[in-house]
């Protein structure tokens, strides 16, 4: 590739700044047009954000990009040349490196052996391993990524599993980098990390295509922001001054007066109510608190502090040693997921396809799946079909699923449509207490405004909602109450004027306000 | 071919019909006519009514075996101890028989049902061990049925020391093999009860709606509150009980309890379950497809001998296409 130096930067401006350019791309799926007549371009040395929900076509853009599939019409440039028939080994020895949502990394070997998967250094065929580690040492440590290149990659935790991605991302020559969703599993420090790293390589030229739906985020590293919705290019604006809700405007097609709904309060009886709880595997102890009929109480605090913990143990999934759980008044021993759910209890995990949803099979099956032991649904164990179908007909179109197709498998929706479908599950039975763990995780600004007046809706009928969730803003403004937790405690609760993401924060690196490490994290 | 019709042309329509039915039915039931078709120009012989009697025939107990196949398949799991249960089955149920007769002679009715019950029993039993150890101890099923093969193996080859278990009565033979309900042989008439259970409980019951998810995301439907142990395990118990019942036809078939009447079906039932269009991945299969399945592995093995083809190559040809018909498979959702 020495093209790139002959290149007149002397001359500036033109055509040598773009480092890519595609014009009129076009890619048809059976059944869908994923990308129609779409203009895209970087420059050297800039952020490009990526905008738009699930399903506008976002992802098959970038994949095009990476050479996982041609498309079927318009031209691609890159790097002053013009290319065609790309494969994703091609486009990386281009210089262009992706990122995606979905790993590469082979879960059995090491960080350091996935660093260097496919382009090992060896003498005379004999592993060089010494040279990669030491190799591997310096890049993670050029990252100030905090992570040792001899673990095992599927024993970390997602976002060191990102991290891994990325560094690997580093390795080889790099013109162009992808990243699609990087922040979704990462913390606050990790992120300034990354938005660190992203500033170094923009002043080395390298041109950056960022994927996101995270508004704030687009302003901090994005220059331009393109928005695409239906596959449709809406436009392309300057980051530094779009109005957020311009933004949500364009990637919507329709006005959102608030992102956040005023949900009124009503706190009723407490409907869960749990006491010095602790598991046995030592995530939760001795915690205790409490859900009432017609609240949101939010639960926040970092990653691995066992707030997703305090959902699965409530509903049977995670064991706990000591510990006592009264569910609308009644006691429960022991948890198991059918038990709660015949006690108005439902959770909602935060990984859908892992847990969520069984993806290959139709939406019908999924919407239904919880609520297979009710007369409405099932007679001697037999499933009344008929009733089925026109009851999930019925909660579909209440939640807007897109497309309303309850026999489309699940596999072929997108994040905010998967949500609804788990969401779907919660109407299907008569459901007190809802458990959400992470309910907006890698759905668009569109669902979510949708899943936020979802809730609003079930605290009105007087339901009682948990709100786990890693999202500073929706557990700020939609919760009642806020619980912090660190290190498997509960270690602040907060209420009414005391909730806001100063005061949260400040908890999430131990007990009170007081907490040395709070400023700096907060900064 | 559509290089050279424009368009617009007719020709482009039988055709467009052709691409319909493969999306709606799969290529199999074009590719099984086409054998069928093939084999009788080769051997007209093969055409003849008394072959396609005995295709159905044939193909019946190999269906009852591959739906039962289909049970384990879809949750993700399989079944390697189905060819031995045949066995030890057929030995056990033989045995029982010729006991009772020798109590009281001439009580065949009496010793034709008390052989089916024992047969009946140990496919139940042999598929709750299966069930359980999958289920609930979270054994392997690979590890799982390939012990339950070398212990039913064992049984079948102990309780008749080797040799066969001959005098069945007549009327075993007569009633499950022979005889015909308005021209309809029983063993198909069997086999469209045993596929009609299936298709009410992989499509009406919760308990096959469950399989289907657990086949699909077994933490999903734990999540979800289904009780998938126990459903995990049915599904080794309703393989076990189908597979059963066609070794009891297998043993009218024969006449007598054979240590070795099971000697391929494993690899057979696995086939037919598989090449029909059973996902390996779990959580997608219907009961058509152990029907399709069947018919094409008996459609090809009733021709080879037809046209006499080798009995140990024959085994080779469908090692071949077992493995292709996977092959395939990962193709098709590749490219879904």
């Not at chain 1, 933004?247 to 919507?252: F, G, I």
């Not at chain 2, 075993?172 to 009860?193: E, F």
Request: net charge neutral.
């Amino acid at each position: 590739m020495s093209e790139t130096h002959r290149d007149d930067r002397a001359a500036g401006a033109g055509q040598d700044e773009l480092l890519l350019a595609m014009a009129g791309i076009t890619k048809r799926f059976p059944g869908v047009v994923a990308l129609d007549d779409v203009d895209f371009d970087v420059r050297r040395g800039e952020v490009h954000v990526l905008f738009g929900e699930n399903g506008a076509g976002k992802s098959t853009l970038i994949n095009i990009v990476a050479g996982t599939y041609p498309q079927d019409d318009g031209t691609m440039t890159f790097d002053g040349r013009r290319i065609t028939h790309l494969t994703p080994h091609q486009s990386r020895l281009a210089g262009i490196s992706p990122v995606f949502q979905e790993f590469s990394l082979a879960p059995d070997l090491t960080v350091e052996e996935n660093l260097f998967l496919g382009r090992e250094q060896a003498r005379w065929g004999v592993l060089r391993k010494g040279a990669m580690r030491t190799r591997a040492r310096e890049v993670l440590h050029d990252l100030g990524f905090d992570l040792r290149p001899g673990a095992r990659v599927g024993q970390l935790m997602r976002a060191q599993q990102q991290m891994t991605e990325i560094a690997k991302a580093l390795l080889q020559d790099l013109k162009l980098f992808i990243l699609d969703e990087p922040t979704a599993s990462l913390t606050e420090r990790e992120t300034n990390r990354l938005f660190a790293l992203i500033e170094r390589l923009k002043g080395e030229g390298v041109g950056i295509i960022y994927v996101s739906h995270r508004i704030n985020e687009i302003r901090r590293v994005g220059d331009r922001v393109t928005v695409l919705r239906d596959g449709k290019k809406i436009g392309t604006v300057q980051a530094s001054n779009v109005e957020e809700t311009k933004l949500v405007e364009m990637m919507t097609g329709r006005r959102i007066d608030a992102l956040f709904p005023d949900i009124a309060a009503m706190a009723g009886d407490a409907m869960l109510d749990v006491r010095n709880l602790s598991t046995v595997d030592g995530r939760l102890s001795d915690v205790s608190f409490e859900v009432r009929a017609g609240e949101i109480v939010g639960v926040a605090g970092l990653v691995g502090c066992g707030k997703s913990e305090l959902a699965r143990a409530v509903f049977g999934l995670d064991k706990f040693s000591v510990g006592e759980l009264d569910v609308l008044g009644e006691r429960v021993a022991h948890p198991t997921p059918t038990g709660m759910l015949k006690r108005g209890v439902c959770y909602f995990p935060s990984d859908r396809v892992a847990e969520g949803l069984a993806l290959s099979r139709p939406v019908r099956e999924n919407a239904s799946v919880a609520a297979l032991d009710l007369a409405d649904f099932t007679r001697w164990r037999f499933i009344r079909r008929r009733q089925e179908r026109t009851a999930i007909k019925r909660i579909v179109e209440e939640l807007r699923v897109r497309p309303p197709q309850i026999e489309r498998s699940v596999d072929h929706l997108s994040g905010g449509n998967r949500q609804k479908v788990m969401l779907a599950r919660g109407l299907t039975r008569d459901i007190r207490v809802f458990l959400f763990d992470e309910p907006t995780v890698g759905i668009d600004v569109g669902a979510k405004t949708e899943v936020y007046q979802f809730l609003g809706e079930l605290t009105k009928r007087g339901a009682a909602v948990l709100l786990i969730s890693s999202e500073l803003p929706e557990v700020v403004n939609l919760a009642h109450r806020v619980y912090v937790m660190h290190e498997g405690r509960i270690v602040n609760h907060l209420e009414g004027n005391e909730i806001t993401e100063e005061a949260v924060l400040a908890s999430f690196f131990g007990t009170g306000a007081d907490a040395p490490s709070a400023g700096a994290a907060a900064g | 071919m559509t290089a050279l019709t424009p368009p617009e042309a007719l020709g482009r329509r039988p055709l467009k019909a052709l691409v319909q039915f493969v999306v709606l039915y799969g290529a199999l039931p074009i590719i099984i006519a086409l054998m069928y078709l093939g084999f009788g120009l080769i051997e007209p012989a093969f055409h003849s009514g008394e072959n396609a009697i005995n295709i159905l025939k044939q193909s019946s107990y190999l269906a009852i075996l591959a739906a039962g196949q289909l049970f384990a398949l879809l949750t993700r799991g399989f079944d390697l101890s189905v060819g031995q249960l045949i066995s030890l089955v057929s030995v056990a149920g033989g045995l029982v028989m010729l006991d009772v007769l020798e109590g009281s002679p001439g009580a065949v009715a009496l010793a034709v049902f008390a052989g089916i019950a024992v047969g009946l029993g140990a496919g139940l039993a042999t598929g709750v061990v299966n069930g359980v150890c999958v289920a609930v101890f979270r054994i392997n099923p690979f590890v799982v049925t390939l012990g339950m093969l070398g212990i039913c193996m064992g049984f079948a080859t102990t309780l008749s020391d080797g040799f066969p278990v001959f005098n069945l009565p007549e009327g075993l033979t007569n009633t499950l093999s022979r005889a015909d309900v308005i021209g309809i042989p029983v063993p198909v008439i069997a086999a469209l009860l045993v596929l009609g259970t299936a298709y009410v409980i992989l499509n009406h019951s919760v308990l096959g709606r469950s399989m289907y998810v657990i086949g699909s995301n077994p933490r999903a439907a734990h999540t979800a509150g289904l009780r998938s142990r126990l459903h995990l395990a049915s599904a080794y118990v309703i393989c076990s009980v189908f597979v059963a019942v066609g070794a009891l036809l297998l043993t009218a078939r024969t006449g007598s309890g054979e240590p070795n009447l099971g000697g391929g079906l494993m690899l057979q039932s696995i086939a037919a379950a598989v090449i029909g269009g059973v996902s390996l991945r779990g959580g997608e299969g219907k009961v058509i497809h152990a029907v399709y399945g069947a018919l094409f592995v008996t459609v090809l093995s009733v021709g080879m001998n037809l046209i006499r083809v080798d009995g140990t190559i024959q085994q080779i040809i469908l090692g071949i296409v077992v493995v292709a018909a996977v092959y395939l498979d990962q193709l098709r959702t590749r490219f879904r």
